[in-house]
């Protein structure tokens, strides 16, 4: 298996600009979350989905920010318009079932994103 | 919610020594506690995990023991090698949630010749 897919490896935009951000979580995989670290806070977690179905976005930073799962295989996390403070690496994780059983989060190599 | 503290921030090794990092958690009902390895330009990658039902776990060079009364976990790498070199992060699962970890601040791990 590829292991989970995230594309763009780079992004640099300038403040206002929308940037969209993909992944192809592993297949088979119910669970999908998008994180984001940085030095200052470390790995949050802004949403994750279940069955394509969002289920938790109490992480998302503000409306700005709005993630999607039109199927299986794909998600996208947007954020519209971006800032400066944005900029951040942005990870994707995939896992087969529910983390409150104890189950491996599968990390994508991430997108490091620069807001000018 | 759960709240995971992971010391120290930082460890500097020589090559062939033992590191060991610990975390606090403060839900008791957690029962599930990985950790992960990041090397530079990389995501996060499991290296051992431990269930709340045993004490210890180990993996060759790698063990992760657990104290459920204290409610800490540390991990323990024995003869240090460079590619040990990286950033560790212990996590938790939050027992009010289905999906989500809740992770620590991270231990950068230096490891010198």
């Known amino acids: 298996d590829a292991g989970v897919i995230q594309s763009p490896r780079h992004e640099v935009t300038e403040m206002g600009q929308e940037v969209t951000l993909r992944c192809k979580p592993i297949s088979g995989h119910d669970y999908l979350f998008w994180y984001r670290q940085t030095m200052m806070r470390g790995l949050e977690l802004l949403i994750y989905f279940n069955n394509n179905v969002p289920i938790d976005d109490s992480g998302m930073p503000e409306d700005r920010f709005s993630a999607k799962m039109p199927n299986a295989s794909f998600s996208t996390l947007k954020i519209q318009p971006s800032e400066p403070r944005d900029s951040a690496v942005y990870f994707c994780?995939?896992?087969?079932?529910?983390?409150?059983?104890?189950?491996?989060?599968?990390f994508g190599p991430g997108t490091r994103l620069t807001v000018l | 919610g759960e709240n995971v503290e992971q010391h120290p921030s930082t460890l500097s090794v020589q090559e062939g020594d033992s590191a060991v990092i610990k975390c606090t958690y403060s839900d008791s009902a957690s029962n599930y506690f990985p950790w992960y390895k990041q090397e530079l330009g990389k995501g996060p990658q499991l290296i051992i995990d431990?269930?709340?039902?045993?004490g210890e776990k180990k993996d060759q060079r790698i063990a992760v023991t657990l104290n459920k009364t204290a409610k800490h976990f540390s991990l323990h790498i024995t003869e240090t090698q460079p590619e040990d070199s990286a950033v560790y992060f212990c996590?938790?699962?939050?027992?009010?949630?289905?999906?989500?970890?809740?992770f620590g601040a991270g231990t950068q791990v230096v490891v010198t010749p």
């Open positions: 431990i269930r709340s039902n045993v």
């Open positions: 996590a938790a699962p939050l027992t009010d949630s289905w999906g989500k970890l809740q």
């Open positions: 994780a995939s896992s087969p079932h529910a983390q409150r059983v104890g189950d491996t989060q599968y």
